[in-house]
T-cell receptor
């Protein structure tokens, strides 16, 4: 596709359920980022992949959050035992190069997660 | 870590007037400063960016200025139009391929 694609666009889950959010980056993009955007706030960094390697997961709020990118393309963000404070928009971004390249990040439309 | 502050949180201007949004950052190692426009329910879209070796950059009605000594950068939109209405976010990072630290956003309303 032409841009970063995320699915589902909307997800409603009951507290305690597990959820999985998918990101399809732009073809050929090496770097992939996940951000969390709470209502009325700016996006906050969660984790970063370069190809299949997770190089930075310092932004993951708890061990309930897990991300993977096993083949260096599609990525999945999984949240276990969801809680109400996990309600947010989860944004994925990709860029062509490594952290020291001059390529900007391109964002997907995000997944709006609501925990009841 | 990096901390980015953004002002104002809301801005209302008359169509045709200019709009200015200001950001400050804390980490002197930051070298890349993008601005994103986000419409309701849509993805953040990069509108302009600046690197630390440049003091000002323009793209038609949009300009960004950077003062590395003072650690602040600003977005200037001239001849505003109703379609400029959106939330604007500034961000900072060590490079364009590194994780971004965002400001809290400015909701711009352009009155026809």
């Amino acid at each position: 596709g032409a841009g970063v694609s995320q699915s589902p666009r909307y997800k409603v889950a009951k507290r305690g359920q597990d959820v999985a959010l998918r990101c399809d980056p732009i073809s050929g993009h090496v770097s992939l980022f996940w951000y969390q955007q709470a209502l009325g706030q700016g996006p906050e960094f969660l984790t970063y992949f370069q190809n299949e390697a997770q190089l930075d997961k310092s932004g993951l709020p708890s061990d309930r959050f897990f991300a993977e990118r096993p083949e260096g393309s599609v990525s999945t963000l999984k949240i276990q035992r969801t809680q109400q404070e996990d309600s947010a928009v989860y944004l994925c971004a990709s860029s062509f190069g490594s952290p020291h390249s001059n390529q900007p990040q391109h964002f997907g439309d995000g997944t709006r997660l609501s925990i009841l | 870590g990096e901390n980015v502050e953004q002002h104002p949180s809301t801005l209302s201007v008359q169509e045709g007037d200019s709009a200015v949004i200001k950001c400050t950052y804390s980490d002197s190692a930051s070298n890349y400063f993008p601005w994103y426009k986000q419409e309701l329910g849509k993805r953040p879209q990069l509108i302009i960016d600046i690197r630390s070796n440049v003091g000002e950059k323009k793209d038609q009605r949009i300009a960004v200025t950077l003062n590395k000594t003072a650690k602040h950068f600003s977005l200037h939109i001239t001849e505003t139009q109703p379609e400029d209405s959106a939330v604007y976010f500034c961000a900072a990072s060590k490079s364009s391929g590194d994780k971004l630290t965002f400001g809290t956003g400015t909701r711009l309303a352009v009155r026809p």
